[in-house]
């Protein structure tokens, strides 16, 4: 079985969320099985070619934009786990601070950027005589793939028998432009109709690969079902029902290389499920760096977050009040609107030996948060798939989720009778059902019986990226025998 992974971010190199950990963790999952794995992506002017040994190739592509030829280099670096990363670079499209916009916007030429990484991918593999069976897409600025092989490549022979996978991870983000940017992408006006790339007198490059890939994959199996409907389908809800006996919704894995108690180099102490000491000792640290009173019988609730209406942080400002009146304690990490910035200032000030607040983004932070806090909230709105929650249970810090995408397949809602289950959610989208979880959650905590089963439960659970890659094979090999 032989893989091309082609995203416009992937981990180490270029990362802005949750697509560039898939593209960096499943294709070591996937060697890891004996798949051959190849990586394409662009070769931004942030990617260190000195820390990441990235060299030139003799290997050079050449792209119809226009009545213009661009071409591009490719580099190459292969990775610790073995997998051939080939780094596409054209300085006019990718040699910019920023992947895909500015705090100004989007890039204005962000079509043509895409529409000729998507051409340069292909001409690279053909270029490279790299043979694959699936080319495995993601996302909008990967979607023009599926479209051109069948119809620009469709008589090339050397992509013969060759599928596309497309991975939708957010289907919030589309990579809709005005109809003028067709002839940048080099297709037929023919394809400009409802059925096809036309959306509201628009281009739309996710829906041209929904129409042509040969299968479409989401990152979780609630959310390939919630995405038919009007609520979450983002206006292509018609397109994908056009398509529903082709989607699959395959769970993101967690890399437990880089999220692991019992290795974890960014927190105080490590622990494991056997001795939960230094969970203890990470939490103390963890209410230190927040300026919070060391309490250690008093719940601490974690937020690690795109500070954005979609994670449910519209529930949080009715909630916080309510919340507030309780013995809790509650640590947010995160950026993003300016409204919630506000927000939280205000609060932390308001309750300020009840709430910290970290207006920004660290790594070592979000470690300390997960591994020192009793339980993690994440009220979303929709959630495609989720991975805090899974880091979450890892560290022994229960999850209290909405009942949406990735968070309702992995969350179990906990049983006081039984005593099984991993976390608490609820289903409406409704401060008052949060509170309710929440809680429950905090009587559950102050059964020190009861706490200590669940956060057994949760230090149990595997999502790891060998039960996602397992799915993602046979999804390969379904299509190739196709």
Not at 103 to 122: L, Q, V, W, Y
Not at 174 to 197: A, E, I, R
Request: charged share 25%; aromatic share 12%.
């Amino acid at each position: 079985m032989k893989i091309v992974l082609v995203a416009s971010e992937v981990v180490p190199f270029a990362k802005t969320g949750g697509l560039a950990d898939v593209a960096g963790a499943l294709p070591k999952a996937l060697a890891k099985k004996g798949v051959s794995v190849s990586v394409i992506m662009p070769y931004y002017s942030s990617i260190s070619a000195k820390q990441f040994k990235i060299k030139p190739t003799k290997t050079k592509v050449r792209v119809k934009i226009l009545d213009q030829e661009v071409e591009g280099k490719i580099y190459k670096t292969t990775t610790e786990d073995n997998i051939n990363v080939y780094f596409i670079e054209q300085p006019k499209y990718f040699d910019r601070k920023e992947l895909y916009q500015t705090k100004e916007g989007d890039f204005k030429d962000n079509a043509e950027r895409f529409s000729f990484f998507s051409k340069a991918a292909i001409e690279t593999i053909l270029a490279l005589k790299l043979k694959c069976d699936v080319i495995h897409c993601n996302d909008w600025q990967t979607s023009l793939i599926p479209v051109y092989l069948k119809t620009t490549y469709s008589n090339n022979k050397q992509l013969k028998g060759v599928k596309t996978l497309l991975t939708i991870h957010n289907l919030g983000y589309q990579g809709v432009f005005w109809h003028m940017d067709m002839p940048f992408l080099g297709l037929d006006w023919s394809l400009f109709t409802f059925d096809k790339l036309e959306f509201y007198g628009k281009i739309n490059f996710l829906k041209g690969g929904i129409v042509f890939a040969d299968a479409i994959s989401t990152v979780s199996k609630k959310y390939a079902q919630e995405i038919l409907s009007p609520e979450y389908g983002c206006g292509l809800e018609n397109a994908l029902k056009q398509r529903a006996h082709d989607i699959y919704g395959i769970l993101n894995g967690i890399d437990y290389t880089d999220w692991d108690p019992k290795t974890d180099k960014f927190i105080p102490k490590k622990f494991t499920l056997s001795n939960l000491s230094g969970k203890e000792s990470c939490k103390s640290e963890l209410q230190k760096r927040f300026k919070l009173p060391l309490k250690k019988n008093v719940p601490v609730i974690g937020i690690v977050s795109r500070l954005a209406a979609q994670k449910g942080f519209d529930l949080l400002e009715n909630a916080i009040p309510t919340i507030m009146e309780k013995d809790v304690q509650v640590v947010v990490l995160g950026t993003g609107e300016t409204r919630y910035h506000e927000l939280f200032e205000i609060f932390s000030k308001k309750y300020p030996t009840k709430m910290g607040v970290a207006l920004t983004f660290n790594n070592a932070i979000a470690h300390l948060i997960e591994a020192g806090s009793d339980m993690f909230l994440m009220p979303s709105r929709y959630e495609p798939c989720g991975l805090n929650q899974m880091i979450s249970m890892k560290y022994g810090t229960t999850p209290i989720v909405r009942a949406t995408g990735g968070l309702d397949d992995s969350v179990i809602p906990f049983n006081f009778k039984t005593l099984k289950g991993n976390g608490f959610k609820f289903n409406n989208y409704d401060s008052n059902d949060m509170i309710l979880s929440i809680n429950q959650a905090i009587i559950g905590f102050h059964n020190k019986k009861i706490w200590k089963t669940l956060v057994k439960n949760d230090m149990n659970e595997d999502f790891s990226w060998d039960r996602s890659a397992k799915e993602y094979i046979a999804l390969y090999k379904k299509l190739s025998v196709s």
